[in-house]
T-cell receptor, first 115, second 112 residues
């Protein structure tokens, strides 16, 4: 089946630094990917829609300059958390739809801890 | 986008059948109902999808009444490993890469 690989699975960084999270579709092309964040014991919250070859569209309240999304190829989308602060600590998850498929496949998630 | 409502949590015992109901009163004609399972610190995993009546696969069944305003995920003979959060989503098809939003989900706790 379709596989979405997300890397790294966890990362710890210092306040003020930037962190890049990668989301790859391994055996299919994904023109659109989605990024979510999830706080402990809470549901997934959609952050943005990543479109290959064009700018990402962000949900209301999500800072686009804070969370930079790049979708440079049909198999890779990246989320960069810029100038990270402790409040950015969260679980970030990406997903992609398989063309012709009937569902969305999710990555395994990235646990970001900002200290 | 159709909003979904599910019970926040449910308890069950090993070997029992578990039914989780989801309400989606504003479902549109081209919307499909999809259920995902999520374990802690993992991404959601697809369980089952349906449009109407009944769908069954190797892990679950999905029951959808004629008005499609609700759906019930049925897990037969649950085990401890089925302890997870279950999300009901309503997504339009053809997908056209529609974005979708997660509801609160149902935390299923399976006890020995």
């Amino acid at each position: 089946g379709a596989v979405v690989s997300q890397h790294p699975s966890w990362v710890i960084c210092k306040s003020g630094t930037s962190v890049k999270i990668e989301c790859r579709s391994l055996d299919f092309q994904a023109t659109t990917m989605f990024w979510y964040r999830q706080f402990p014991k809470k549901s997934l919250m959609l952050m943005a829609t990543s479109n290959e070859g064009s700018k990402a569209t962000y949900e209301q309240g999500v800072e686009k300059d804070k969370f930079l999304i790049n979708h440079a190829s049909l198999t890779l989308s990246t989320l960069t958390v810029t100038s990270a602060h402790p409040e950015d600590s969260s679980f970030y998850i990406c997903s992609a739809h398989t063309t012709g498929g009937s569902d969305y496949t999710f990555g395994s998630g990235t646990r970001l801890t900002v200290v | 986008l159709a909003k979904t409502t599910q019970p926040i949590s449910m308890d069950s015992y090993e070997g029992q059948e578990v039914n989780i109901t989801c309400s989606h009163n504003n479902i549109a004609t081209n919307d499909y109902i999809t259920w995902y399972q999520q374990f802690p610190s993992q991404g959601p995993r697809f369980i089952i999808q349906g449009y109407k009546t009944k769908v069954t696969n190797e892990v679950a069944s999905l029951f959808i009444p004629a008005d499609r305003k609700s759906s019930t995920l049925s897990l037969p003979r649950v085990s401890l490993s089925d302890t997870a959060v279950y999300y009901c989503l309503v997504v339009g098809r053809p997908h056209n890469f529609n974005k979708f939003y997660f509801g609160s989900g149902t935390k299923l706790n399976v006890k020995p």
